[in-house]
T-cell receptor, first 115, second 116 residues
Framework: EPEVTQTPSHQVTQMGQEVILRCVPI?????FYWYRQILGQKVEFLVS????????KSEIFDDQFSVERPDGSNFTLKIRSTKLEDSAMYFC?????????????FGPGTRLLVL | AQSVAQPEDQVNVAEGNPLTVKCTYS??????LFWYVQYPNRGLQFLLK??????LVKGSYGFEAEFNKSQTSFHLKKPSALVSDSALYFC??????????????FGTGTKLQVIP
């Protein structure tokens, strides 16, 4: 069964450094998402992406965040200057369409620790 | 705005007994409801969803969920729990009539512990 993959599984970085989290969505999916889960808290929406553009973003997704589809398979989340509070599990997801009944399939996550 | 509530942080059930994990939701339009499961150090796995039609939805691993519009609930159920069902369960909703329907809004999660 096709699945979303993410790399790396764990990332440790120093505060102020840039990190890039990578995702390979399911191959025939056109809509991509990033979510994050701070330890012990709920999963929160960050951004959705379609046709090389951000289609929706939350208030969490400020100027230090950016997303990109650099090629036909990868989807990346960049945090330009990491803060301690960026420490979280970051999940990538993808779906076939934007229909509200469409299932979003999630990757295994990248655990980011900012020191 | 869409929201989901999972009133129980943890549910304990004996192996072989039926289990219920509760979820209530709030949307302004039509609700599209999902259950996901998260095993330790793993991602979110899709279990089942309600779109329309039959209020009882069947999903993976023997799980089912009952949609109740009047009570705005979507409780997850299984007739006979297995130890391997022990995990964190998330209820989620998308509002079909909202401009922000792209995002999935998750509940806080319920830890299910099945006791041998």
């Amino acid at each position: 069964e096709p699945e979303v993959t993410q790399t790396p599984s764990h990332q440790v970085t120093q505060m102020g450094q840039e990190v890039i989290l990578r995702c390979v969505p399911i191959s025939n999916h056109l809509y991509f998402y990033w979510y994050r889960q701070i330890l012990g808290q709920k999963v929160e929406f960050l951004v959705s992406f379609y046709n090389n553009e951000i289609s929706e973003k939350s208030e969490i997704f400020d100027d230090q965040f950016s997303v990109e589809r650099p090629d036909g398979s990868n989807f990346t989340l960049k945090i330009r200057s990491t803060k301690l509070e960026d420490s979280a599990m970051y999940f990538c997801a993808s779906s076939e369409s934007l229909s509200p009944w469409e299932t979003q399939y999630f990757g295994p996550g990248t655990r980011l620790l900012v020191l | 705005a869409q929201s989901v509530a999972q009133p129980e942080d943890q549910v304990n059930v004996a192996e072989g007994n039926p289990l219920t994990v509760k979820c209530t939701y709030s949307v302004s339009g039509n609700p599209y409801l999902f259950w996901y499961v998260q095993y330790p150090n793993r991602g979110l796995q899709f279990l089942l969803k309600y779109i329309t039609g039959d209020n009882l939805v069947k999903g993976s691993y023997g799980f089912e969920a009952e949609f109740n519009k009047s009570q705005t609930s979507f409780h997850l159920k299984k007739p006979s729990a297995l130890v391997s069902d022990s995990a964190l369960y998330f209820c989620a909703v998308r509002d079909g009539n909202s401009g922000g329907y792209q995002k999935v809004t998750f509940g806080t999660g319920t830890k299910l512990q099945v006791i041998p």
